[in-house]
């Protein structure tokens, strides 16, 4: 019973309201995804379950975050090809240990949410370290929303946020599925849209049905993660997805079985779908718009294009948070907020391709002014392509018109509509 | 009782025979007491944990677990996934039939004219167990991908009908199944068939049995309990496998093994996961105390 | 007599085809066998082959195309940091489990073999125990072991991987020891008791030289086990992520060359232990 009281002292009131009555300014709409999912469950029915698993109150309060010391290590668990990379080396993280002398342990594990999620449940649900510092969830996923509701974040030190108060964009700020920054910050963001091979589509035009195309049979790649997959087929059927309804759900479904048993569909990927379509295993897939640039960047895969459908492109945001139970936590705050420079983030974002968090990391490629001109010019010979192409993007920086066509992700508000959910997509992807 | 005295009486005589009596006793049970634990702990221990957790219900949020004693999972779970168990059957038995009609010929070859090179093709039969079991897999979709070095030389020459490929299909992952578990059907193969003594194989020639008589009467029926043990260790592990058709399969051919696979490891959903994997290791014992019943528990291991 | 006299017009054919078909066997049986030896090389000559790919791409993954002969890979063999630390953690976690399951693994043999039904009372049990062990489906074992682990709250790391790998090993040691054991002469062990041994310097002197060839090839089979096994592996690791389960991971989104060159590397050291093995043998 007191854990359970404690709990309403961890979660901000502010966020059960932003969840159950959601304020619809332009920016937050974005990104009224499923992250607090879980909330209505576990206020409900599950309460005995989550009371049993919540942490000590006290941690991530003031008075916490005053006694922890720096470990001078870190545990990074992020996904792949998701960072710089020179040589085996990330100059943005060497650069880090240099300057602070805290040993980083970069580990790309995540593939996707839910199995990540499952990796540290079972820690967590013990009270035991995960052996991770940093996770990066994505906010359109439950599990992200799991997290924050059984109190598994350890709330972020105030006083250690200096860049990020100072330098991030308002698109991830204060973002509706961490109200406050509260336990998250963002690491990239980016739309899942429709990637193509030019040498095998000819007349791609600007629709989603693209990847319903009988002409494609055979060549079309869909994602294995549910809510990715339901949403392509709730804009494949013009339904709003933040709006939609059950029933929209399952027109969704029947367009995406039909899509199914035509043939149409080669497999349902999970990351590896990059390789499929740079391999030409198949011609259209769904993507992620960091791949696509990515892919395009090396002379070899100029045929890979990335088209965002008229019927509009997910918007999704992955962010950095602190597991509980973590061992080095202020190694993590620091790690966290080093980020947010603009010079890290330009060498970060000169590799990466996807939304920039930092919007005046921009300035920063265009003209760098610190340790970072070094970096970026390291990079150089690897990438291939000059600083302009990625300051110019506006896949990397979007101009406001592309980030308000963008959609946001549907927001569950029960368990159980999570269950008819994947009681409607997941047959599709797991059947036979 | 019995012990103390002989002990007593033997200190003075043979020292070292005596103090080994209570020992002696309990030496088996000491020996096997460290093995024994440690499988009963980790191995029969979690099967029978396994069985009780196909009745609880768990929360998808923290994964804790419940027992509320729900008997409908086990059906329920095995009715929905019928179809990926009956696909699981079907390329394990295929798979297991190609390994056994690819590996009879090589193994009689092997047994009967192999001569002082016999190491060497054993060897050569187990080579693909020295690399990687997950990078040989992959080295085989580098190998069946549309656009590598095989069908892309195949389409260049128009060799295969334009579309035509096998990433992705049934074929690939039977093929795939086939290759990696090869050795496993192979090696009880040829143990059998050396075991034949020549001389009966002599004896059925002189009394005018021609080869394939010979072969049908003699080499085969004696090969048998090899046949059936290279069947059950290339067949179990087939059938519960996920890493093929991850890696080689599409969207119609999903395998039970990717279902256990992803109810533990990504849905949480442990009852199904268990109920699934409790009716998999069913069908595998009726295969193993058909071959124990029949052959014998120990035969087996003759053949690894 | 009269065999020979009925021989005489039947068996003359039948040794004519017996002979064209000992040509067949002679030819069409060698050809035949190394095809498909060929094809189970075959893979693992393109990994050899494409481990000196030249990568023209941005993200070096292996490329389809031929691009060029390079030792890049060999000489960045360790520029994959995940790569490199996974390798290194199955490469202890395969001692550690090698040395527990064939210590474990050879007493279980010696007492299977030593002791009758009568003198081991569950002998039959435990033999059973063995075989199901062997056959069961690994991804069972696997899942069983997770449950266990999550049920009880055992941090998943590089502990619930020794547990598991010492589990799935100690029956193919003990198959193994008790293979060479059986023809053990139980009389050396005996002369050494009258010549006045205790037990222990029986075992060490005797028993032991006796059964180490066994011993060695229990342990090779269970280090071999160990250091490939993927399906229980992926179940208990934790964050200690070892090769193989490090591999399927990343290689979701692209092989980089050093996976082939790790291939390879681990490849030749299996070949070159088989055939000193072959060769050792010989000698005896």
């Known amino acids: 019973m007191t854990e359970r009281d404690n709990s309403e002292g961890v979660i901000d009131p502010s966020f059960w309201r932003g969840l159950t009555q959601p304020r619809v300014t332009r920016r937050q709409a974005l990104g009224l995804a499923g992250a607090g999912a879980a909330s209505a469950m576990l206020l409900g029915a599950d309460a005995g379950l989550a009371g049993a698993a919540l942490p000590n109150a006290k941690v991530g309060t003031k008075a916490w975050w005053a006694k922890q010391k720096l470990h001078y290590q870190l545990n990074f668990a992020n996904w792949p090809y998701y960072i710089d990379v020179l040589k085996g080396h990330h100059p943005s993280l060497d650069h880090f240990t240099k300057t602070t002398h805290i040993k980083v342990n970069y580990s790309e594990v995540i593939q996707d949410n839910p199995s990540f999620y499952q990796k540290i ?51 991830i700020k204060n973002p509706s599925w961490d109200p406050g920054n509260k336990y998250t910050m963002a690491w990239q963001s980016g739309w899942t849209a429709v990637g193509y091979n030019s040498h095998m589509v000819k007349n791609p035009g600007t629709s989603i049905e693209l ?65 499929h379509l740079k391999n030409g295993d198949i011609a259209i897939s769904q993507c992620y718009s960091g791949d696509i640039f990515q892919a395009d960047l090396n002379s070899k895969y100029k045929n890979l294009v990335m088209m965002l459908p008229h019927e509009g492109a997910m918007l999704w945001t992955d962010n950095m948070c602190i597991p509980l139970y973590a061992q080095n936590p202020l190694d993590a705050m620091t790690a966290m907020d080093y980020f947010y420079s603009p010079l890290t983030q330009s060498v970060v974002e000169y590799y990466n391709d996807y939304i920039c968090p930092v919007p005046s990391a921009k300035q920063q490629l265009l003209h760098p002014t610190g340790w970072n001109k070094a970096a970026l010019a390291a990079l150089k010979p690897e990438i291939g392509l000059p600083t302009t192409v990625t300051a110019n993007s506006s896949t990397v920086f979007p101009t406001p018109a592309r980030i308000a066509t963008s959609k946001s992700y549907y927001t569950f508000k029960s368990q159980a509509e999570i269950d008819a959910w994947n009681n409607l997509f997941l047959p599709i992807i797991q059947g036979a | 009782m019995e012990q103390s005295v002989p002990a007593h009486h033997s200190r003075s005589v043979k020292p070292p025979r005596h103090r080994g009596l209570w020992a002696k006793r309990l030496a088996p049970y000491l020996l096997s007491l460290p093995a024994g634990l440690w499988l009963a702990l980790l191995f029969l ?113 128009h060799l295969v009908p334009a579309g035509f490929h096998v990433l992705g299909t049934s074929v690939a992952v039977v093929a795939g199944l086939a290759y990696n578990y090869l050795p496993f059907t192979a090696l009880p193969l040829y143990v059998a068939i050396e075991r034949i003594d020549h001389r009966v194989l002599d004896a059925a020639h002189d009394l005018y049995a021609n080869r394939r008589v010979a072969f049908m009467k003699v080499i085969l029926p004696l090969t048998i309990p090899g046949i059936f043990a290279a069947f059950l260790l290339t067949f179990i592990p087939a059938f519960g496998d996920y890493i093929n058709q991850e890696i080689l399969g599409g969207t119609s051919n999903t395998m039970i093994g990717t279902v256990i696979q992803n109810s533990f490891l990504v849905n949480a959903d442990y009852p199904a996961g268990s109920s699934l994997s409790v009716v998999l290791l069913a069908i595998s014992l009726i295969g193993i105390f058909a071959y124990a019943r029949v052959l014998g528990s120990r035969t087996i291991e003759e053949y690894l | 007599m009269t065999t020979e006299l009925r021989e005489v017009p039947g068996a003359r054919a039948s040794a004519k085809a017996r002979r064209v078909r000992s040509r067949l066997g002679r030819f069409a049986l060698p050809t035949y066998s190394w095809l498909v030896i060929a094809y189970l090389v075959f893979p693992i000559a393109v990994m050899i082959v494409y481990s000196f790919n030249k990568v023209t791409t941005g993200l070096q993954n292996v490329s389809f195309s031929w691009n060029g002969f390079t030792t890049l890979w060999y000489q960045q063999w360790s520029n994959i940091p995940g790569l490199t630390s996974a390798f290194w953690l199955s490469v202890r976690l395969a001692v550690v489990s090698t040395l527990i399951a064939t210590a474990l693994g050879t007493l279980l043999a010696v007492a299977l073999v030593r002791y009758s039904r009568k003198k081991f009372r569950g002998k039959g049990a435990v033999e059973q125990v063995l075989f199901l062990n062997i056959a069961a489906p690994e991804i069972v074992m696997g899942a069983s072991l997770l449950a266990l682990f999550v049920t009880y709250n055992v941090a998943r790391g590089f502990l619930t991987l020794v547990l598991a790998h010492v589990m799935f090993s100690i029956a193919y040691v003990t198959v193994t020891v008790r293979a060479r054991l059986a023809g053990f002469e139980r009389a050396l062990e005996e002369a050494a008791y009258d010549l006045g041994a205790n037990a222990f310097t029986t075992f060490r002197l005797v028993t032991f030289p006796l059964i180490l060839p066994g011993v060695l090839a229990g342990a090779l089979m269970a280090f071999a086990l160990s250091i490939d096994d993927f399906v229980t592996s992926n179940f208990v690791a934790g964050s200690s992520v070892p090769f193989p389960v490090w591999v399927y991971g990343a290689t979701r989104v692209g092989t980089p060359p050093q996976v082939f060159v790790f291939g390879t590397a681990i490849f030749a050291v299996g070949i070159g232990m088989a055939v000193m093995s072959i060769i050792l043998g010989r000698k005896k």
């Open chain 1, 211 to 275: 990847l319903f195309d009988k002409k494609y049979k055979g060549k079309v790649g869909m994602f294995n993660d549910p809510i990715e997959l339901g949403h392509a087929g709730l804009l494949a059927v013009g339904v709003e997805p933040a709006t939609s309804t059950e029933r929209d759900w399952a027109k969704a479904a029947k367009k995406l079985q039909l899509q199914k048993s035509d043939g149409i569909v080669a497999a349902y990927y999970d990351q590896s779908y990059i390789q």
């Open chain 2, 45 to 157: 221990v979690p099967l029978f944990l396994m069985l009780s957790e196909t009745l609880k219900s768990c929360s998808p949020a923290s994964g804790v677990c419940t027992m509320t004693w729900n008997w409908g999972e086990l059906p329920h779970t095995v009715n929905l996934y019928r179809t990926q168990f009956i696909t699981s059957l079907l390329f394990a038995l295929f798979a297991t039939v190609i390994d056994l009609v690819i590996s009879f010929p090589i193994a009689y070859w092997i047994a009967f004219y192999g001569g002082r090179r016999k190491n060497f093709f054993l060897i050569m039969l187990l080579v693909p167990f020295f690399v990687s079991f997950v990078i040989r897999t992959l080295v085989w979709e580098f190998i069946l991908s549309d656009n590598g070095f095989l069908f892309s030389f195949l389409h260049h020459h």
């Open chain 1, 121 to 171: 449940r079972p820690s967590l649900a013990a009270g035991q370290s995960t052996g991770y510092d940093i996770v990066v969830m994505t906010n359109n996923s439950v599990q992200l929303g799991y997290l924050i509701e059984l109190g598994w974040l350890i709330p972020l030190d105030r006083a250690k946020m200096t860049n990020f108060n100072k330098y991030a964009g308002p698109l």
